[in-house]
T-cell receptor, first 113, second 116 residues
Framework: KAGVTQTPRYLIKTRGQQVTLSCSPI?????VSWYQQTPGQGLQFLFE???????NKGNFPGRFSGRQFSNSRSEMNVSTLELGDSALYLC????????????FGPGTRLTVL | GDSVTQMEGPVTLSEEAFLTINCTYT??????LFWYVQYPGEGLQLLLK?????DKGSNKGFEATYRKETTSFHLEKGSVQVSDSAVYFC???????????????FGTGTLLAVQP
């Protein structure tokens, strides 16, 4: 089975712009989660989608949003980028249910100038 | 709220040394516990997991036991190799009572450097 794929792998934007990141989960996985990884804050949960519905959300401002499509692929969007949004954004997918391990993609490295 | 506390790094060891990375947690329900590893430039990989008290997770020579009485999940390996050099994250997943989620709460990560 192919793993979790994320596109693009690297992205450079300037302050005030918006960005969309994409994630394709492992085939058959319906749960997709997003995490932000920074040296200062570590790994922080952004949101989780299951069957096209957001079922959990982390403590991030409304500039961060996401969605999931009927084929379980997910996108996250960040509007009005700030320097502090520079981070590695990781997507993870899981089988149905809870207490499951998450399978992580390689991440998208976003740099905001 | 739920949280995970890991020992600060970096941890520097010689090859074949014994490894312990401490992890304690706070949770309102009955969480599952995980250790993930991140190699340079890569995403996270699951190393091992335990879903209930007294369970022992093990993989590639690494072990961790879910201790409810001490709310701990310490990672151990009897003999480390240079290839084990990476960042190790302790994490929990706690759906709560009647909830459903795969959300993970991570510790800060511990950098392990193994020297030949």
């Amino acid at each position: 089975k192919a793993g979790v794929t994320q596109t693009p792998r690297y992205l450079i934007k300037t302050r005030g712009q918006q960005v969309t990141l994409s994630c394709s989960p492992i085939s058959g996985h319906r749960s997709v989660s997003w995490y932000q990884q920074t040296p200062g804050q570590g790994l922080q949960f952004l949101f989780e989608y299951f069957s096209e519905t957001q079922r959990n959300k982390g403590n991030f401002p409304g500039r961060f949003s996401g969605r999931q499509f009927s084929n379980s692929r997910s996108e996250m969007n960040v509007s009005t980028l700030e320097l502090g949004d520079s981070a590695l954004y990781l997507c993870a997918s899981s089988p149905e249910g809870s207490y499951n391990e998450q399978f992580f993609g390689p991440g998208t490295r976003l740099t905001v100038l | 709220g739920d949280s995970v506390t890991q020992m600060e790094g970096p941890v520097t060891l010689s090859e074949e040394a014994f490894l312990t990375i401490n992890c304690t947690y706070t949770a309102t329900g009955y969480p599952s516990l995980f250790w993930y590893v991140q190699y340079p430039g890569e995403g996270l990989q699951l190393l091992l997991k335990a879903t209930k008290a007294d369970d022992k997770g093990s993989n590639k020579g690494f072990e961790a036991t879910y201790r409810k009485e001490t709310t701990s999940f310490h990672l151990e390996k009897g003999s480390v190799q240079v290839s084990d050099s990476a960042v190790y994250f302790c994490a929990l997943s706690d759906p709560g009572y009647g909830g459903a989620t795969n959300k993970l709460i991570f510790g800060t990560g511990t950098l392990l450097a193994v020297q030949p």
